[in-house]
């Protein structure tokens, strides 16, 4: 069963996508969407890559002027890496409070230090 959208969440990013983020069949490039998940808002530490992208489902598209929200739930926290799944929502322009599920993804970090070396999470 395909999870819905969900009006009681707080977005941990949420951005209007502009002509600049599509391709020539005037939706959002998936890349646009993937390029704003990240690790920094769920652990304390500050330099992260990404290592694997186990899952991304693109469920629909994406338009100029779609508000988009990414809401994020951590999977799992280890030694040096973090997992996420990120569920992406758009709200379509113009149809103001009609919402969608675009995407999906789980995702999966690896903590690095200013000398991009692999550390464990928070040091």
Same mark, same amino acid.
């Given at each position: 069963?395909?999870? *819905?959208?969900?009006?009681?969440?707080?977005?941990?990013?949420?951005?209007?996508?502009?002509?600049?983020?599509?391709?020539?069949?005037?939706?959002?490039?998936?890349?646009?969407?993937?390029?704003?998940?990240?690790?920094?808002?769920?652990? +304390?530490?500050?330099?992260?890559?990404?290592?694997a992208?186990?899952?991304?489902?693109?469920?629909?598209?994406?338009?100029?002027?779609?508000?988009?929200?990414?809401?994020?739930?951590?999977?799992?926290?280890?030694?040096?890496?973090?997992?996420?799944?990120?569920d992406?929502?758009?709200?379509?322009?113009?149809?103001?409070? *009609?919402?969608?599920?675009?995407?999906?993804?789980?995702?999966?970090?690896?903590?690095?230090?200013?000398?991009?070396?692999?550390?464990?999470?928070? +040091?």
């Amino acid at each position: 069963m395909e999870k *819905q959208p969900h009006d009681n969440r707080d977005a941990a990013i949420r951005l209007t996508m502009m002509p600049r983020d599509t391709n020539a069949h005037g939706t959002v490039f998936g890349g646009v969407i993937l390029s704003y998940i990240e690790a920094v808002r769920h652990t +304390k530490h500050e330099r992260f890559v990404t290592v694997a992208m186990k899952e991304v489902i693109f469920h629909e598209p994406v338009y100029i002027g779609d508000l988009v929200s990414f809401y994020a739930e951590t999977v799992k926290v280890g030694n040096t890496s973090i997992t996420i799944h990120v569920d992406v929502e758009a709200e379509r322009f113009g149809n103001k409070g *009609q919402r969608v599920r675009v995407t999906e993804a789980e995702v999966t970090f690896v903590a690095i230090n200013e000398k991009r070396e692999k550390v464990k999470i928070g +040091k």
